[in-house]
């Protein structure tokens, strides 16, 4: 019987948590403004999974940098030492129930939680 993809879903954190999230990861670097950490219910934020403010500043600042090119520089800072870890920290949490990654992002399904989602059911 083949194995099944892990549930893994992408909310913004601004959302109110819900019974059926699972395990609430924040996948940002910085914590999310006027939200307090009662309120966010977050299980766990590993801090070594998200884009590193080179990175972030890359793909938003001026002369932004393009999809394709943001998922592959960040495709790399996962496959880092310390990434790596955390990822397969992840992975191994996914593989056990429903992982809701949590970011602040207007549009929670681009960008790193995209690639992350990806990661974890791929």
Do not use: C, I, N, Q
């Given at each position: 019987m083949p194995a099944t993809a892990p549930d893994v879903r992408v909310r913004r954190v601004y959302e109110p948590p819900s019974p059926d999230d699972g395990t609430r990861v924040?996948?940002?670097?910085?914590?999310?403004?006027?939200l307090a950490k009662a309120d966010a219910r977050v299980d766990a934020w590993p801090k070594a999974l998200t884009p590193s403010t080179e990175l972030r500043r890359w793909y938003h600042g001026p002369g932004?940098?393009?999809?394709?090119?943001?998922?592959?520089?960040?495709?790399?800072?996962?496959a880092a030492s310390g990434a790596a870890e955390a990822?397969?920290?992840l992975r191994a949490l996914a593989a056990?129930?429903?992982?809701?990654l949590l970011?602040?992002?207007?549009?929670?399904?681009?960008?790193?939680?995209?690639?992350?989602?990806?990661?974890?059911?791929?």
């Amino acid at each position: 019987m083949p194995a099944t993809a892990p549930d893994v879903r992408v909310r913004r954190v601004y959302e109110p948590p819900s019974p059926d999230d699972g395990t609430r990861v924040l996948v940002d670097r910085l914590w999310p403004r006027g939200l307090a950490k009662a309120d966010a219910r977050v299980d766990a934020w590993p801090k070594a999974l998200t884009p590193s403010t080179e990175l972030r500043r890359w793909y938003h600042g001026p002369g932004a940098g393009d999809e394709d090119g943001f998922r592959r520089r960040y495709e790399a800072e996962l496959a880092a030492s310390g990434a790596a870890e955390a990822l397969e920290d992840l992975r191994a949490l996914a593989a056990r129930g429903t992982v809701t990654l949590l970011t602040a992002a207007r549009h929670p399904g681009t960008g790193h939680t995209a690639v992350l989602r990806d990661e974890l059911t791929g």
